[in-house]
């Protein structure tokens, strides 16, 4: 299927609350090149993308669009595995600022057939020249110095060989659709990238050729086309990983890195790998914490499972919901200083997710860890944290058949990076990974939620809010019996705000709670309502009769979808 049929014969499912019956196929749309000249994402909101009810099949996504690639390979017989690739690879044309090809890509995935859990992906790569213990230095952070070797498209390999139905070509063609023939430009792409409008066409490149194509940023309601990204995505689609990695492409990309202040080598990206982690049966095998009568998160996110394992010790459900009750938000807001003061490690640079060592996972979800925090956090004072910034993308995938994919894919960078373009593919610039040197181990973006070995909640969320929103996710579900619906209305907390020690928090929350924050030592910023940067909720919930509820957060006007 070429890509201009690809836009006008794709399937486009029905609204996004609707659910159809067992069997029942989607209904299909002739001209899916008229839904792409849409602004799906209007400043008036669509609450109508935000709840889904399904019988066969759930995608929730940070963008409408990269939920109907989703849904599309679902249809042609891929399993969530493959709608999450699909999704995933078309999130790097249709949301620049939070997700790239030059990034990192992850991919947690649930086995039905097989009854196990395992995780693929691709980390980011530390060129030799350049380890991440040498000094910072705040001026070289903007420059090529910043960037680590991409680690996406091998980790998209890795995900593809290990659970993908789908052929590897099929996975690109509504990536290639929306970057050849373009998209209506949203106010969310558009503020963003004004935002970071010096970094968006600093350098040569398709920054400056697709974004000031006459000296002028393009604006909101613009048609936004990359030709050269829509090349080299045909490239890949061709040609596979390799192309990345090896040859041509990958002596341009390093080229370019190194005349803006990089030090890559051939031999850097030569050494890039792939993961993919054993398949483990939820529960022990998993590295599962108890909580609530479930089994909760894997191995390698002890620290999620520590923090939700303290919500229920602290029988946080009893206090009210933390939006109405300042006993509660401490708690939770003490949880997660907490977890960011825990030195177990850095993260993962080596293509390992399981580099927190199994004595140390089982350290940290035990019951005498969990006694141990709990008493600190009665006694001990508030512990506040630096915050930092980190454009992600989200994804959670239910198929037919009951297998479960979730996780996020980023550049882990702020929009655009360095402004370093190669190719259209924008290069990295995960500059906390440099500046801060003793991050935890343990957090991760995404929770599973396991009930006699299969999963019956999957969430993941972009931001740099992303354990303040899994936590808060987790509460509004399992400890104040909240549906996805109200879960991701519901107010909240996040992560300070680069260069500061206070929480966010959204604004409309009561300012006596705020007040009362404040007066027990926890430091914060108060935001507008519904804000960006608390982290965006993309859920699923398997009901007892099979029934899947799905949810994309408003604060992103994503959409859920299913059928």
């Known amino acids: ?263 890559f080598t051939l031999e850097d990206m030569a050494k890039v790998k792939g993961y993919v982690s054993p398949g483990a049966v939820p529960g022990p095998q998993l590295g599962c914490g108890k909580y609530r009568g479930y089994d909760i998160g894997t191995m390698g996110g002890g620290l999620n499972i520590l923090a939700t394992r303290l919500m229920e010790r602290a029988d946080l459900g009893s206090m009210g919901h933390p939006s109405e009750s300042a006993d509660s938000l401490y708690i939770m807001a003490r949880i997660v200083q907490e977890m960011w003061a825990m030195d177990s490690g850095r993260f993962s640079m080596d293509g390992d997710p399981l580099k927190n060592t199994v004595e140390m996972h089982q350290r940290l979800i035990s019951d005498e860890m969990v006694e141990q925090v709990w008493k600190e956090i009665q006694q001990g004072k508030p512990k506040p944290f630096p915050g930092f910034a980190a454009g992600t993308c989200a994804l959670t995938v239910v198929d037919s058949q009951g297998n479960v994919a979730n996780g996020t894919h980023s550049t882990s960078s702020e929009s655009y990076g360095s402004g370093i373009w190669v190719d259209g593919v924008i290069i990295n610039r995960p500059v906390f990974l440099r500046k801060f040197k003793n991050m935890p181990a343990g957090i991760t973006t995404a929770q599973w939620v396991f009930k006699d070995g299969k999963p019956v909640y999957a969430m993941a969320t972009p931001s740099r809010s992303f354990l303040e929103c899994v936590l808060q996710a987790t509460a509004n579900t399992f400890e104040f019996d909240m549906g996805l619906e109200d879960s991701a209305y519901a107010k909240r907390f996040g992560h300070p705000h680069p260069g500061m020690q206070g929480i966010e928090i959204e604004g409309d929350i009561d300012w006596a709670i705020q007040k009362e924050l404040m007066r027990r030592g926890i430091e914060q910023f108060p935001v507008s309502p519904m804000d960006f940067n608390m982290g965006s909720i993309h859920a699923v919930y398997i009901q007892p009769d099979g029934a899947i509820h799905g949810v994309a957060d408003p604060r992103r006007a994503g959409m859920a979808k299913g059928y």
Not at 7 to 15: F, I
Not at 18 to 41: E, H, I, R, V
Not at 249 to 260: D, G, S
């Open 1 to 263: 299927m070429n890509r201009r049929n690809f836009l006008r014969g794709s399937a486009l499912l029905g609204a996004g609350s609707m659910a159809y019956g067992m069997g029942t196929a989607p209904t299909l749309a002739k001209d899916w090149n008229s839904l792409a000249q849409k602004d799906l994402k209007p400043i008036a909101r669509n609450k109508n993308n935000v709840f889904a009810v399904g019988k066969q099949g759930m995608v929730s996504s940070d963008h409408p669009l990269s939920t109907e690639a989703g849904l599309w390979a679902l249809q042609r017989g891929g399993n969530a595995a493959d709608a999450y690739m699909t999704a995933a690879i078309a999130q790097c044309v249709l949301e620049p600022t939070m997700t790239s090809l030059g990034g990192g890509f992850s991919l947690g995935y649930f086995d039905a057939g097989k009854g196990n859990f395992s995780m693929a992906g691709g980390s980011f790569g530390v060129p030799g020249a350049l380890p991440l213990d040498i000094p910072y230095n705040e001026e070289q952070a903007w420059t090529g110095w910043s960037a680590l070797l991409p680690g996406y498209l091998r980790g998209l390999e890795s995900a593809h060989q290990a659970y993908g139905k789908l052929k590897w070509e099929e996975l690109w063609e509504p990536a290639i659709a929306f970057a050849e023939e373009g998209f209506r430009m949203d106010h969310f792409l558009w503020g963003y990238s004004f935002k970071a409008r010096k970094m968006l066409g600093r350098f040569e490149g398709s920054g400056r050729s697709d974004w000031f194509n006459d000296g002028h940023m393009i604006g909101v309601g613009d048609v936004l086309r990359q030709p050269e990204l829509a090349a080299t995505m045909k490239m890949l689609q061709r040609e596979g990983a390799d192309a990345f990695y090896e040859g041509k492409f990958a002596r341009r990309l390093v080229e370019t890195v190194n005349k803006y202040g990089g030090e």
